[in-house]
């Protein structure tokens, strides 16, 4: 059932009719309750409220015990006062918006519109929590990066994350969030380059009711939302100027207004930024500050392309068809053939067009083994010999759950051979002529077999340990080493 109740609390009953009218009148269902304690029996489900209107409740101390009861809930519901003498304090967390009595159509329906978008905006950030994704590698590159994370996560140093497009520069923001000591507070991702510039300031700070034309109600901006938590400003490089003054006094003052506010508010947000774009060439040409580049520059994090981590692809198929699975949209295995095809081809669009390239997979060839002459023409890349780790990846790898339960007839011995091989954790039979790091090559399938175990075990780390016929503790801190998440951490 979609969300279309409108919950309002509000002591004066002339002002309630007022409300239901026009609740009613933009399609939604009133729920009137004059005092805060009948809120609860008033409400059969938290999930079908749309936005909560807050009017007159008594004392300030019952507003605001309403509004910690209403915003701690797990839902975290859009709230917005109702402007009159005895109003909730307007900067209190939760609330999103305030509507200024007597409140007009176009102001209702602008506020239903600002609470159907942070309700969205919740949800979003409740399923990347409950799907948080570690960072998914272990070339020698993304160790690195790795390493780099536990170093800063928890400290409030502004961090300046550089990578081509496609890398994964989201998933390393979330992850300095997740381990930070704010991770129990939002998480704000803001893309500044898909933002008109005369809309960004209004998106970062907030705006009061009236402060342009079309600002009907005032609105919290992206800096009020992640209050306590993190700030990631994506494609930061796509800044227009003069936005890149006012954060700069923002990261210097720890301060900001509304805009149509004289208002000063404290900005208590730790600031992570992140760009495809070469910013010391656009400070060179005029495009980019230098004082806000030394700002964000305190702890910069590069993100490798994929091309130069090709022992990580099979890494990051094997993760994308889990997440495939997990999300019920089937499954999908590859020969070893596909795979090293995967492994010798550019990626110029990185892990994204990786992704896309499985889930096309998924969809074309369900629950099937995909080989060689099965993947788009631009991707069949033979000839190449890889590089040995490479090969021992491809060799060592485990499948996805569902993957393993697939039973097709292989077309040939040929591909029999190669399923088997790609079905095993053992690595090739004959040492490779060129040679391989042997400390290198363990510790690839130490990990994989880690992995395997835990999966077998349902992430239960002491069962896996009894697989892998090892005390607990070792296998937490080899888990520790390889930067494997024990399951629900």
């Known amino acids: 059932m979609s969300s279309n109740q ?45 936005m909560v209107i ?49 409140v007009k159509y176009p102001q209702l329906s602008n506020a239903l519109q600002q609470a159907t978008v942070y309700r969205g905006q919740q949800e979003k950030a ?88 079309g600002a009907i109600t005032a609105r919290k901006g992206r800096f009020e939302l ?11 490089g796509d800044m227009p100027m003069p936005m890149q003054v006012k954060l700069l006094r923002v990261l210097q003052e720890r301060t900001f207004e509304r805009v149509g506010s004289t208002k000063t508010q404290q900005a208590n947000v730790r600031v992570i930024a992140a760009t495809h774009r070469n910013l010391e060439r656009h400070i060179a ?32 198929v094997y993760e994308i068809i889990q997440r495939i699975e997990h999300e019920n949209r089937g499954s999908v295995r590859l020969t070893t053939a596909a795979m090293a095809a995967l492994c010798r081809y550019n990626w110029p669009g990185n892990v994204r067009e990786l992704a896309n390239v499985i889930e096309r997979l998924v969809i074309l060839y369900p629950y099937d083994l995909v080989d060689f002459d099965q993947l788009p ?6 000839g190449e010999a890889l590089p040995a780790h490479v090969s021992a990846v491809i060799a060592a790898r485990p499948e996805p759950a569902l993957a393993r339960q697939v039973n097709k007839e292989p077309a040939s011995t040929e591909v029999e051979a190669e399923v088997t091989t790609l079905s095993s954790p053992a690595i090739a039979n004959a040492l490779p002529e060129e040679g391989l790091d042997l400390k290198e090559h363990l510790a690839q399938l130490e990990f994989f077999l880690i992995r395997q175990a835990l999966d077998d075990a349902a992430g239960v780390v002491a069962h896996a340990a009894q697989r892998l016929k090892m005390r607990r503790t070792t296998l937490v801190e080899k888990m520790r080493k390889h930067g494997i998440q024990r399951e629900g951490e």
């Open 285 to 316: 040409d005029g495009l980019f500050r230098e004082d806000l580049f030394y700002r964000l520059n305190v702890f910069p994090i590069e993100m490798p392309a994929l091309r130069e981590r090709p022992e990580d692809i099979p890494l990051l």
């Open 126 to 213: 409740d399923r990347a929590h409950l799907n948080f994704r570690l960072l998914v590698g272990n070339s020698l590159a993304m160790k690195q990066v790795q390493r780099m994370i536990d170093q800063v996560s928890d400290s409030e140093a502004n961090v300046l994350i550089l990578g081509e497009s496609g890398t994964g520069k989201e998933v390393v923001a979330r992850n300095l969030h997740y381990f930070s000591s704010r991770r129990d507070k939002p998480f704000v991702p803001v893309n500044c380059g898909a933002i008109p510039g005369e809309l960004l300031e209004s998106e970062l700070f907030g705006h009061e009711k009236g402060a342009f034309t």
């Open 226 to 236: 992640a209050e306590g938590g993190t700030l990631f400003l994506d494609e930061i």
């Open 377 to 382: 023409e631009k991707y069949r890349i033979a």
């Open 54 to 102: 807050i009017g007159d409740c008594g004392s300030d101390q019952q507003t605001r015990e309403l509004l910690r009861l209403l915003v701690n809930h797990e839902s975290r519901l859009p709230v917005f006062t109702l402007e009159h003498e005895q109003q909730a304090e307007s900067d209190f967390p939760g609330i999103i918006g305030a509507l200024q009595y007597p």
């Open 6 to 50: 409108v919950l309002v609390i509000e002591a004066d009953a002339n002002r309630r009719e007022t409300l239901s009218t026009l609740i009613t009148f933009i399609n939604c269902h009133p729920v009137l309750v004059a005092h805060p304690p009948e809120w609860g029996a008033a409400v059969d489900d938290l999930d079908n409220i749309a």
